[in-house]
């Protein structure tokens, strides 16, 4: 009990910190019909500096760590955004009011990683001078990456009887069950698989963090990372917020057409997925010594659903799916009840792990 | 005499002040044709962030300020705003060519209050050394919203009998005088009151304000309130005196349709209202021990013209009013006269006060 | 044998700072397909902060500096500016394929200074603690507009004829040959040259530049120049690198359909005119004593090609020419050869001056 208070009374203090209360004040601008808004070109721009700022620490750690200390956390980061696709696929896709399609996008979406989610993790750790893994940054094509190809590749191969009768146009449903016949149509092979990871590759957000990665590898960006990329951090990652929560909101109105299943999962996957990837960080670090900070991040990358790069990618690969059901359920209620869901991880590591 | 020239001279350091510099030189390129622009997005990014600024410092400050010493500015702050639009509506309204709503929206303009204006007199103060009450910035909502709602009310109240006839349809003039029927039409009572003040609070520039005070308030953005907002403030600052310049000199040609009367009252409103913000600023030193920042920062926001939240909020509530009337008068003469009179302001309150 | 090898060694560790990762890093995103953009308005707000940061340091650096140690680099600025224009005008424009009036505007371009080349210059610079003369970005417009108008005046000489039989209207060819009938068609006579002029300050990047300078010189901006143009200046530049290597590889393509004189003079010119302006830096260091950073800046400033103002100017002044030619060869191959030209200039300075 003094635990769940302990808990609860943490979490009040972290709403009190800036990101989550410029997340909130978002949420309430947008709710009392604010006209205030920040212009897009301003959000991608920020959005790009953030994530440059992730690739690049995480580029110059990586120069410096052991590839070993690196491979553990980064399979098992693309594992659990397998993992979480698979669980999406095995609940929400069942559940009642569900098209397999809306479904599979969605579930891509809470497995792929948001940008905002983990810099605000990051933001919060570095308030409270919580130490974690450099390389934390580079984890997140991986977990992305995965779920996303995850999901289109399932969705795919739902999909492709239904397809095939309609391009032979003859009524014809050819069962599905994959094989040559779907390499050969283009339909799922190797071929598409690799159209999918170029397609989440060229997307902006990964292109930016593994750009960051590549620079801090190679080069020797560590002036123009502290005099500008760290030192607008907070100040971005603030305003970053701010649209997020009024995004939310404007999000929310669009789930009152769907399925009331979208509304559950998105309220309870991020927790879900939290604890998944909390445990996972948790045995990688019995085993490799990875930091409590690491394993909070481990656990706020899994919670999260991608706000940037994964919606554009499912639109193209998933043309079928209803960007109402996959994004309002993660940029509307995913992306706040996970960045809200932070301070929560990081009482969690306090009490298993210590810092 | 030596004190008008301790004044002109005061004036003229001033104009090499980077603020005032940067306001001139917009305006000399706009003047010789120059096709610089800064990108919209960008003007609105920089007017959110500063008001963010000057919203988290005076909430900041509020949280350690009695409420009392905030009380007398603030209702002081209201009667200001509510006394200039009257003035306005007894004289400007009153004069040759001037249609009546035309009038009393250039009225409510000049009531109420321009963020870069105030930043710029913080800005000034700031690089003199010269201390004010940080809880400042919250006096700003209580003159601009008091201001806005007079002149609409007031114009309001002088359209009603035509607006009745109009929706008759028989010619049947309604005389004016208040009372019941004006709330059954929705025409002026509390719900259009309601009304005007909800879409004044939902004004961008309100909106950040608020919010940048919320979060001041009730949140600890102390960290990044250093590391972003008030690092760039100078800076940004700097580039809104340039859009405001070449903005001043577009909007000059709009007053060349116009009456005489608006040229004359965006030269001489500034200046009368800025000494009527310093006498209620010099009354509350004397009374509450008000600093001599504070009524320097009094007298400039009275002095100032509302240029971002203002004109779209007449436009919606007032919308036979001719922009180009007000907000030519407003953002073509009111806000350089004001800023360039803020080193005015500056060297009276060295004279009656001293620092 | 050795001096190559270690041209060649300091080449590679200048690949590895970030001015230049950034440029490669955005020419390799665009080369992959990336779908990673920056919005329109924050490159042109960034191009300004640039320009304003130049301008402002230079203008500052004027305000201390003795007119003649700055007359003779401005002459010798201006000269070199003209003889490159020249330079092009008995080469790439008699080559094969070369219409007469992309010829110009291409020599043009290349005789015309880029902001961002000149900043990755100044950085790159700063980042080896090479000391240059703070008044060294006042000497851009000085090249950037005689080579401008000399190449739109020589376009305009060679195409009068045709301009004033189409004109006519009746076929008649009026040879060429100047004089007063030129000034008063508006031809080519003083009026055209202050239309030129004119239209050339007016430009945005000549317009920003000159009013940092303006405000540098009357002003005292030194507190915003230090906490946000000077601050942001390493981090603002890393993005525009990025632009610019993206711009680059978008361009190369147009380049395809252009004579391969233009590839040609796109790789060559920029070495060529490098050295040259090289050359004229050393004849100055030796006559008065120019810094050995000054003579690379203005190597740097000869070797660029005009990426913000020039276009746009020549696209006014020359409308027949083809812009796919010389925006294809400034932006796709003049401006990423100077810029990775820069070490070799830095290099050329230790080997014939010395830091």
């Known amino acids: 009990m003094e635990i769940a208070a302990d808990i609860v009374s943490t979490v009040f203090a972290q709403l009190q910190k800036p990101t989550l209360a410029f997340l909130i004040g978002g949420m309430l601008l947008a709710a009392l019909g604010s006209r205030l808004t920040v212009p897009d070109a301003v959000y991608k721009f920020i959005v790009m500096v953030m994530l440059l700022k992730v690739g690049l620490g995480a580029g110059m750690a990586v120069r410096d760590a052991d590839l070993l200390s690196l491979a553990v956390p980064a399979v098992s980061a693309a594992l659990?955004?397998?993992?979480?696709v698979l669980l999406g696929s095995q609940t929400l896709v069942r559940l009642n009011g569900v098209a397999r399609s809306d479904g599979m996008?969605?579930?891509?979406l809470f497995g792929a990683v948001s940008a905002s989610t983990l810099a605000a993790g990051m933001a919060m750790l570095e308030a409270e001078s919580i130490a974690y893994e450099g390389f934390i940054g580079a984890l997140y094509p991986f977990m992305d990456i995965a779920a996303l190809v995850t999901a289109i590749v399932l969705a795919r191969v739902a999909a492709r009887p239904?397809?095939?009768a309609i391009s032979q146009g003859d009524g014809t449903a050819v069962l599905g069950g994959g094989g040559?016949?779907?390499?050969?149509?283009?339909g799922l092979g190797a071929d598409t698989i690799r159209d999918i990871l170029l397609d989440t590759f060229r997307s902006p957000a990964?292109?930016?963090l593994l750009l960051g990665l590549a620079i801090g590898v190679f080069a020797k960006p560590d002036g123009v990372f502290e005099s500008f990329y760290s030192q607008l951090f907070y100040g971005l990652l603030s305003v970053l917020m701010l649209i997020m929560g009024m995004e939310a909101w404007?999000?929310?109105?669009?789930?009152?057409?769907t399925a009331h299943a979208y509304v559950i999962y998105g309220l309870v996957a991020p927790l879900v997925h939290g604890l998944l990837g909390f445990g996972a960080g948790l045995i990688i670090h019995n085993v490799t010594g990875f930091s409590a900070g690491g394993v909070v991040l481990l656990a706020v990358m899994a919670s999260s659903s991608s706000d940037i790069s994964g919606p554009p990618t499912l639109r193209g690969a998933l043309p079928e799916a209803n960007p109402s059901?996959?994004?309002g359920t993660s940029t509307g209620l995913g992306t706040p009840v996970a960045i809200l869901s932070i301070p929560l991880f990081i009482k969690l590591a306090e009490l298993t792990i210590g810092f």
């Open 162 to 164: 239904e397809t095939v």
């Open 80 to 84: 659990i955004g397998i993992v979480i």
């Open 105 to 108: 996008a969605t579930a891509g």
């Open 180 to 186: 040559s016949p779907l390499l050969e149509r283009g």
């Open 250 to 257: 404007a999000r929310l109105s669009d789930l009152r057409k």
């Open 206 to 208: 990964i292109s930016a």
């Open 325 to 327: 059901a996959y994004v």
